[in-house]
Nanobody, 121 residues
Framework: VQLQASGGGLVQAGGSLRLSCVAS????????MAWYRQAPGTQRELVAV???????SYAYSMKGRFTISRDNAKNTMYLQMNSLSPEDTAVYFC????????????????WGQGTLVTVSS
């Protein structure tokens, strides 16, 4: 399993970025996927989930600002991030795990290297 996240960078507050995660080594179209992030000195937190069927779920603070999507033909997952604030500064990771109908996501073991998003004020 390989998960290659990209698209991070430096952006001003209020700006936008789109992250990509290219997956390989498993059947992407059948996989539940998620974005996590980890800011310095904090625990990794769940950002958004997209199931194999396209059902999406977001952490409360990301609702209305972030959009998760996937392109099964390209084995790629995306995270469109709008209205960014300095609090969104973190390393963003993609993950493949299991999404349950009670809106619980169990992360899998593979994380990839992540992509750094820095939002300046």
């Amino acid at each position: 399993v390989q998960l290659q996240a990209s698209g991070g960078g430096l952006v001003q507050a209020g700006g936008s970025l789109r992250l990509s995660c290219v997956a390989s080594g498993f059947t992407f179209s059948s996989a539940d996927m998620a974005w996590y992030r980890q800011a310095p000195g904090t625990q990794r937190e769940l950002v958004a989930v997209i199931s194999s069927s396209g059902t999406t779920s977001y952490a409360y603070s990301m609702k209305g600002r972030f959009t998760i999507s996937r392109d099964n033909a390209k084995n790629t997952m995306y995270l469109q991030m709008n209205s960014l604030s300095p609090e969104d500064t973190a390393v963003y990771f993609c993950n493949t795990g299991r999404y349950y109908t009670n809106d619980y996501y169990q992360p899998g073991s593979y994380w990839g290297q992540g992509t750094l998003v820095t939002v300046s004020s």
